[in-house]
């Protein structure tokens, strides 16, 4: 982390877990093990229907509210589908775009990716926009290549003042709900190299106020050390952000200097 340039962000991703009745329950546990003063930002991106439990709840406990997914549509005759209006609407601070399960699942591609980034920019959302590399590529020696190409594909025709309003998530996919991390080594050296693309693209400063985050098994145990890292600005959890004591003692791991 270097809190002198930019924001620590800890997000939760509930994915497709929870009901928005158990969400101030949660909320309740959440705050009494918080940390009391805390050099960080902390969101809980939930399915859409309890974005406006957890804006309420969310409130006095200084908890934001994210979305999952959106469309890059504006309105109109796509059933099913949720817009950046909608979510900012309900008040939505944050919302998650191209997480691998919905590449993997709903065969989002980096184009698709782009436009729903630019969707959520629009409406004045904050995009975690996640890359990472497959066991494969990794295997391969293609890590930094394929997630260099995912970062230029997602910021492409953002400008450098709403890439201020952009959070990166470095999700490798193997490390993801599997319980094998990527070491600090191994996630600073992508956070690092993913800077240096965002520098190429934007310049020194810019570059030096994106937050980017490491996705894949953070837990209470390994946070700490992660959250070292000179280029990890904080930490996507999903497992873990469903209890409230790991997710607590992940938040206190960031009050680290
Ligand atoms: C995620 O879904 O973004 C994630 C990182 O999951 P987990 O922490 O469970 O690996």
Redesign the pocket.
């Known amino acids: 982390m270097n809190r002198k340039y930019r924001k620590t962000v800890i997000a939760g991703?509930w994915?497709m877990n929870m009901l928005a009745s158990e969400v101030k329950p949660f909320i309740e546990q959440l705050k009494a093990e918080l940390p009391k003063t805390r050099a960080c930002e902390v969101v809980l991106c939930t399915p859409a229907v309890m974005i406006p439990a957890m804006i309420k709840a969310g409130k006095e406990a200084k908890v934001a509210a994210g979305g999952q997914d959106v469309s890059k549509f504006e309105k109109g005759a796509y059933t099913g589908e949720i817009s950046a209006s909608q979510l900012a609407d309900i008040g939505a601070k944050y919302c998650i775009v191209g997480?691998s399960?919905r590449r993997q699942y709903h065969g989002e591609d980096d184009m698709l990716v782009n436009a729903k980034a630019r969707a959520l920019l629009a409406k004045g959302i904050q995009p975690i926009i996640?890359v990472g590399e497959s066991l494969e590529q990794r295997e391969a020696d293609l890590t930094m290549e394929y997630v260099a190409y995912q970062v230029k594909a997602a910021l492409s025709g953002i400008d450098a003042a709403q890439l201020r309003k952009c959070v990166i998530?470095y999700?490798p996919i193997w490390?993801?709900?599997?319980g094998k991390t990527a070491t600090s080594a191994q996630a600073q050296e992508v956070c690092e190299g993913i800077r240096a693309v965002i520098r190429k693209l934007y310049g020194a400063r810019p570059a030096r106020a994106v937050s980017i985050l490491y996705?894949?098994?953070?837990n209470a145990k390994n946070a700490a050390e992660l959250l070292a890292q000179p280029d990890i600005d904080g930490g996507?959890?999903?497992?873990?952000?469903l209890k409230p004591v790991d997710f607590a003692a992940i938040v206190a791991a960031s009050n680290q200097e």
């Open positions: 991703n994915k997480h399960e996640c998530a999700e490390a993801i709900g599997t996705g894949g098994s953070m996507l959890i999903g497992g873990a952000s």
